[in-house]
C-alpha cells in the first residue's frame, strides 16, 4: 500500500465521446477494507469511471494510482491481473456452455501433456465446487449456464469476481435479481471480503441497500464528482438531494384518482405453464392503481403477459367490463383496450435503431394507413408531437433514434406509443426499472394523471417504497399464487414482506 | 407394496416416457435425418448397402470434412467464411502448379526440377493461412463483419487465383500432368484390394478432426471461441485474447482450405481456376445441418461430420436411385431448412 491510506486513487478522471462529456475532472478514493458506494442518477457517469477503471475505456486525462502507483490499464485482463474485478451491470454468461467454463473464463486451468497444453476439466470442477460452497452457493458446476435463474447467473458472476482474489471488487448493480436471501447471502459475502481487507466499490440505485452495507458513499453528478460522505452521516433524502442536485421534498406525486366500478375481473387463473401461477383473483377497477408486490420468481410477470395473451392458460375466467373474454394474443388484448409496458425496455420494448416518432407510433400503424395504402405522415407526426409535448419527452427531435435517449426518456416514448392506442387498462411491468430519480418522478406523475383520468393501471414493482408510494391496493404474490391483497394506504413493508414470503 | 398400479401413476409414467421420446427426438434430430434417409434410399435400391459405396462415400466427403472443420471453428466464434471455396481453388491451382511430372508437354514451369512433396504442399497450405490471417486481421482489427471481409476477399482470391492461373508460358488452361506420388496421395488406399480399405484421404480427414476436437473440447482456445461465439462482450472482460484468437481461428481455417485444395487436385488429377467454386456454402449448409449455430457459440466436431456425411450421402446416394438431380437439389435445400428448424427447438427460450 502507498503511503497514501488508500489503495485505489482515481485522480481528475475525464472522458469524453464525440459530443457529450462523460466525465469531467472525477476523483475516487477507495480505502482498503471499506465498501465505497458510488451513487449517481444514470448517465452521471459511475460506469463510465468504472470502465476506465477497469481498462474498458481509456480516460482523455487523469491518473489511477494503485497502492500509490500509477497504473494504465489498456485491456480487462491487465486489470484483473493487477487485483481489480468487476461484477457488470449487464449480466456477461456465455449461455450454451457449462458454469464452470464462465466461472474460469480467460483464466482456464490447463495440464501439460508433453507440448501441449490441455484444460484440466478435473481440476476445474473442483475449484468451482470449492468455490461454491465456499461462498454458500448451490450451483452445478456442469449445467448451462442457459439453464440457470438469473439470480443464479447474478451469483455466478459474483463468485467469478470473488474467485480473482482481487483486491479491489467492482460491483455494478449486484443485486438486480437478487431475492431478498440472496442479498442478504451477498452481503455476508461483501462483509466478509472487506474484514480481509478487500476494497468494494458498490454501485446501486437502492438507496437502503447502500445505506446498510456501505462504509463511504461518493456521490456523482452530470460527470462530475459531486464529494464523499461517511455513510453514516447520510439518510435517503440527503443522497437524493445530492444525486439530484436539489431537494426533492417529494418522492411520488399525489394522486386525485378516484377508483370506481370493476373493469378488469380475473377468476382463479392458472397458467398453462408449469411451475407458474396458479388460482389467481383479483379485481382491477376504473381509475385504480393496483400494485403487484413480489420477490423475483413469484410469476408476477407471467400473470401480467398470460392476461395479456402473451403466455398460455390452463384455466380460469377473465371478465372485462363484465363481459367474460377469452384473449388468444397480444392482438385481441389491444383491441379490447388494453396496454403492456414489458420490464425488459431494451428487449421488448424499444426499436433502438428507429426515431422517436417510429417508436411512438409503432403499435398504431393501422391509424395512420391512408387510402393508397400509405402511412399519413402528417397525422403522425402531429400525434407523436403532442405525445412528446404531454409526456414532456426530452428529445432534440421526433426523428432523433430512441437509443439516444435516457433510459426515463425511452419509458416515456414506450408511454407514448401504449397511450396512442387509447387503452382503458395499462399493465406495467416494473415501470421505473434502471431509471433516474429525477425521471422516475416524471414517470409517476405520468401514471398518477392517467389513472386521474379514469384508466386502470396494473403495476408490477419490485421496489417497496414505489409499490406503497403509488398503489391504491396492493396484491401480493409468492411462488405463483396470490398471498394477499392489501390497502395501500394502511400496507406497510413488514407485511408485505411477510407475504411475499410466505411459501418460503 | 401392492402389484396393481392406480391409472394415475400410469399415465404420469406415460407422460414421462412420451416426454423422453421427444427429448430424445429433438437432441439428436439430426442423426434421425441422417438413418431416415439412408433407410430411405436402402429401400428403394437395397443394392446401396455395399462396402464400395460407403468407401466411395467416404472418399467425397473427405476434402469437404477439412474445409468444414475450418469454417466450423470460425461459425462458432460468430463469424463466417464466404473465401472458403476460392482459397480451397487457390491452394489447387498452386500445389498442382509445382507438381507436374517432368514429361508434362504444358508444365507450367518448364525446367524447374521435381520439388519433394511437401514442399507444395507447405506453399499452398501457407499462402492459404496468411490469406486466412488476412481474413482475420480484416474482422478483428478493422472490425469489417465477418459476412463482408470474408465476401472480398472470395471475389480477391479468385482474381489473384486466376492471374496466378493465367500465366505464361501456356496461358490459362487446366493443370495437368501431376506426379504420381500426389495423385497417390487423392486416390490412394490402405488395405489389400479396393473394397476392404481404406483411402489416404479419410484417414487425413479423420486425422485432421481428431486434431480439430482435441483442439475445440481440450484446449483454451477451444473453449474462448465457443465463449467469443456464445458472448463477445462476457469474453472480453474476462480478459480472453478476443482478437488473438480470431487471428488463429480464420489462419487455422485458411490452413484446412489449404490442405483441402491440395487433395482436391489430387484426388481429381487437375486444378483450375474455377476448383472449390462454392465449397463455402456446402461447408456453411453442412455444418448448420449438423448443428453448428450461425450466430455462434454452439457446434460439435461430430455434428459437423455428420452434416458432411448427409450431404454426400443425398448427393451419391440419389444419383444411385437415378434421381433427377434438379430434385435432388429441391431436396437438399429442404433438408438444410428442416434440419435447422428441428435443431433450433433445443435451444429456442421454453415458452
Not at chain 2, 474462448?224 to 482478437?243: D, L, M, R
Not at chain 2, 461447408?283 to 450466430?295: E, H, K, L
Request: proline share 5%.
Amino acid at each position: 500500500m502507498g503511503d497514501s491510506g488508500y489503495v485505489l486513487e482515481m485522480n481528475h478522471i475525464s472522458k469524453s465521446f464525440p459530443g457529450v462529456q462523460a466525465l469531467d475532472d472525477v476523483g475516487l478514493r477507495i480505502k482498503p477494507g471499506t465498501v465505497h458506494a458510488l451513487m449517481g442518477e444514470n448517465g452521471a457517469g459511475k460506469s463510465t469511471l468504472m470502465k476506465c477503471l477497469f481498462g474498458i475505456y481509456i480516460p482523455d486525462s487523469g491518473e489511477i494510482l494503485l497502492d500509490g502507483k500509477p497504473v494504465k490499464f489498456t485491456s480487462a485482463r491487465q486489470a484483473l491481473d493487477a487485483g481489480i474485478s468487476m461484477i457488470h451491470q449487464e449480466l456477461l454468461p456465455v449461455p450454451f456452455r457449462p458454469v464452470m467454463e464462465n466461472l474460469w473464463l480467460g483464466r482456464l486451468p490447463t495440464r501439460r501433456l508433453g507440448p501441449f497444453s490441455f484444460v484440466d476439466s478435473k481440476r476445474m470442477l473442483e475449484d468451482s465446487k470449492a468455490l461454491f460452497s465456499s461462498l454458500g452457493m448451490d450451483i452445478d458446476p456442469k449445467v448451462w449456464v442457459r439453464n440457470l435463474s438469473v439470480s443464479k447467473v447474478q451469483s455466478l458472476e459474483i463468485a467469478k469476481a470473488v474467485s480473482h482474489k482481487a483486491r479491489v471488487i467492482i460491483m455494478d448493480e449486484p443485486t438486480s435479481s437478487l431475492t431478498e436471501n440472496e442479498v442478504e447471502q451477498l452481503f455476508g459475502i461483501i462483509r466478509d471480503l472487506r474484514d480481509k481487507g478487500v476494497a468494494i466499490i458498490y454501485i446501486s440505485h437502492k438507496m437502503e441497500e447502500i445505506l446498510e452495507i456501505s462504509d463511504e458513499v461518493s456521490i456523482m453528478r452530470d460527470g462530475r464528482s459531486v464529494g464523499t460522505y461517511q455513510a453514516t452521516e447520510l439518510t435517503v433524502n440527503t443522497i437524493i438531494s445530492k444525486m439530484v442536485g436539489r431537494d426533492l421534498t417529494h418522492r411520488f406525486p399525489p394522486r386525485s384518482n378516484k377508483p370506481g366500478d370493476v373493469v378488469l375481473r380475473v377468476r382463479d387463473l392458472s397458467s398453462a405453464e408449469s411451475k407458474s401461477f396458479r388460482n389467481v383473483s383479483f379485481e382491477l377497477h376504473r381509475g385504480e392503481i393496483l400494485g403487484i408486490g413480489g420477490l423475483v420468481g413469484a410469476k408476477r410477470t407471467e400473470l401480467v403477459e398470460s392476461i395479456f395473451g402473451l403466455r398460455p392458460l390452463e384455466s380460469g375466467k377473465i371478465e372485462l367490463k363484465g363481459e367474460s373474454v377469452l384473449i388468444a394474443s397480444p392482438r385481441s388484448a389491444i383491441a379490447r383496450g388494453m396496454a403492456l409496458l414489458t420490464e425488459e425496455r431494451r428487449a421488448t420494448g424499444i426499436v433502438p435503431m428507429l426515431s422517436v416518432l417510429d417508436n411512438t407510433i409503432l403499435a398504431n400503424l393501422h391509424r395512420y394507413v391512408g387510402k393508397a395504402g400509405f402511412l399519413n405522415e402528417k397525422k403522425a407526426g402531429t400525434d407523436v408531437d403532442k405525445s412528446i409535448e404531454q409526456l414532456r419527452v426530452k428529445t432534440p427531435s421526433p426523428r432523433t433514434r430512441i437509443k439516444d435517449l435516457s433510459g426515463g426518456n425511452q419509458q416515456k416514448v414506450l408511454f407514448a406509443r401504449w397511450l396512442l392506442t387509447e387503452p382503458s387498462i395499462l399493465i406495467l411491468d416494473e415501470p421505473t426499472r434502471g431509471i433516474d430519480v429525477g425521471a422516475k418522478y416524471e414517470i409517476y406523475t405520468i401514471i398518477a394523471d392517467l389513472a386521474a383520468r379514469g384508466k386502470s393501471i396494473l403495476m408490477i414493482s419490485s421496489e417497496m417504497p414505489e409499490l406503497l408510494g403509488m398503489s391504491d391496493r396492493i396484491m401480493v404474490m409468492c411462488e405463483g399464487r396470490l398471498t394477499g391483497i392489501l390497502d395501500g394506504k394502511t400496507a406497510d413493508q413488514e407485511t408485505i414482506m411477510r407475504l411475499a414470503t410466505q411459501f418460503m | 407394496m401392492s402389484l396393481v398400479k392406480n391409472p394415475e401413476e400410469i399415465q404420469a409414467r406415460n407422460l414421462a416416457r412420451q416426454k423422453a421420446i421427444k427429448d430424445f427426438s429433438l437432441k439428436y434430430a439430426i442423426y434421425l435425418v441422417f438413418v431416415a434417409l439412408i433407410i430411405a434410399i436402402t429401400i428403394k435400391s437395397p443394392a446401396f448397402m455395399s462396402l464400395q459405396n460407403l468407401r466411395n462415400i467416404l472418399s467425397m466427403s473427405a476434402t469437404r470434412i477439412i474445409i468444414a472443420m475450418g469454417v466450423g471453428g470460425i461459425l462458432i466464434t460468430g463469424g463466417t467464411d464466404l473465401s472458403a471455396g476460392r482459397q480451397v481453388g487457390l491452394a489447387a491451382v498452386v500445389s498442382a502448379s509445382l507438381l507436374q511430372f517432368m514429361e508434362y508437354p504444358r508444365r507450367m514451369y518448364p525446367g524447374m526440377p521435381d520439388l519433394p512433396l511437401w514442399l507444395p504442399i507447405l506453399i499452398a497450405i501457407i499462402a492459404c493461412a496468411i490469406l486466412g490471417l488476412a481474413n482475420g486481421v480484416i474482422i478483428a482489427y478493422l472490425k469489417v463483419p465477418p459476412f463482408i471481409a470474408t465476401l472480398g476477399m472470395m471475389v480477391a482470391t479468385y482474381g489473384i487465383n486466376s492471374i496466378y492461373f493465367d500465366r505464361p508460358p501456356y496461358g490459362a488452361q487446366p493443370i495437368g500432368g501431376l506426379r504420381k506420388d500426389l495423385t497417390t496421395l487423392g486416390s490412394g488406399y490402405v488395405g489389400f484390394d479396393g473394397t476392404y480399405s481404406i483411402p489416404y484421404i479419410v484417414i487425413i480427414a479423420l486425422v485432421i478432426a481428431a486434431f480439430i476436437w482435441l483442439l475445440h473440447n481440450k484446449t483454451r482456445f477451444g473453449k474462448n471461441i465457443y465463449a467469443i461465439g456464445g458472448n463477445p462482450e462476457a469474453a472480453k472482460v474476462s480478459g480472453v485474447p478476443v482478437n488473438k484468437n480470431l487471428l488463429a481461428v480464420y489462419t487455422i481455417a485458411g490452413a484446412l482450405y489449404g490442405l483441402a485444395g491440395t487433395l482436391e487436385a489430387a484426388r481429381t488429377g487437375g486444378a483450375t481456376n474455377n476448383y472449390g467454386n462454392g465449397y463455402e456454402l456446402d461447408a456453411i449448409a453442412a455444418c448448420v445441418v449438423g448443428g453448428v449455430s450461425t450466430s455462434g457459440g454452439i457446434g460439435t466436431v461430430p455434428g459437423m461430420i455428420v452434416g458432411v456425411l448427409i450431404f454426400s450421402i443425398i448427393s451419391y446416394g440419389l444419383t444411385f436411385i437415378n434421381m433427377n438431380p434438379y430434385w435432388q437439389q429441391i431436396i437438399k435445400g429442404a433438408i438444410i431448412i428442416a434440419a435447422v428448424a428441428l435443431d433450433i427447438r433445443k435451444y429456442l427460450a421454453k415458452r
